[in-house]
């Protein structure tokens, strides 16, 4: 079987966190699976998510040399086959660190802007951590745009087909001791990996 790399990317400031812990369940996964992961968790590597100059897209030119941070981390998306997320939803959409790294990486003329975009091909999961519980979050429909922004806003609009964005709910302890919360939760995104990671890379 061919190499396979995974890139996993974390967007939390706090090792600790709900969201680390369930990307570390998540690498633990793919390292089962036969990947190899590379692992980036932009607070941890100090990610500066703020546009620059040198990495705003020239539309004249495609193949513009973009910053030296933005091309290595350019280089590192190129490698992985398959692509996983794991992030908190904060005001119903992405952290602004993770929202950084997607303006200043999946840049022109690299992430799209191509007849034949580079990223084709690879698998992406989007695995976000929602406080509201189901019902609060799907009844306004924030689920939908939520998963229509990063589905067809951001992944297919790069040539990524295989896009999946999974919500994890109810994930601010709401009353129940947060212990029993968090082995609750963790023990629900076991499963969920198990079921969309098998699913992805059949
Ligand atoms: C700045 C901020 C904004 C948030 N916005 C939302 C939101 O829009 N919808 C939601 O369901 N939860 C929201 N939350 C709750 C987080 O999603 C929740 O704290 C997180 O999923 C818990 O995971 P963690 O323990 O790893 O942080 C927000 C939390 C913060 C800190």
Not at 143 to 150: A, G, I, S, T, V
Not at 170 to 192: E, F, Q, S, Y
Request: proline share 5%; net charge negative.
């Amino acid at each position: 079987m061919p190499a396979r790399n995974a890139l996993l990317v974390v967007a939390h400031p706090r090792p600790d966190s709900l969201t680390a812990r369930i990307a570390d369940r998540a690498r633990e996964r793919l390292a089962d699976d036969g990947f190899t992961v590379d692992v980036l968790d932009l607070h941890a590597e100090e990610f500066d998510p703020r546009m620059t100059t040198e990495d705003e897209p020239d539309w004249t030119d495609r193949d513009k040399t973009y910053s030296a941070t933005t091309e290595a981390h350019m280089r590192r998306l190129a490698a992985a086959d398959t692509i996983v997320v794991v992030f908190p939803v904060w005001w119903m959409g992405l952290p602004a660190i993770l929202k950084g790294w997607i303006d200043r990486v999946w840049n022109y003329g690299f992430a799209y802007g191509r007849g034949r975009p580079r990223l084709h091909g690879k698998r992406i999961l989007w695995f976000g951590l929602a406080g509201y519980s189901e019902d609060d979050f799907t009844s306004p429909g924030w689920d939908e745009l939520l998963k229509r922004q990063l589905t067809e806003g951001i992944s297919r609009f790069c040539g990524i087909d295989d896009a999946t964005v999974h919500l994890l709910y109810g994930t601010v302890p709401n009353g129940t001791p947060a212990a029993r919360h968090i082995a609750a939760l963790l023990t629900t995104a076991d499963a969920d990996l198990t079921t969309l990671l098998t699913k992805s890379t059949t």
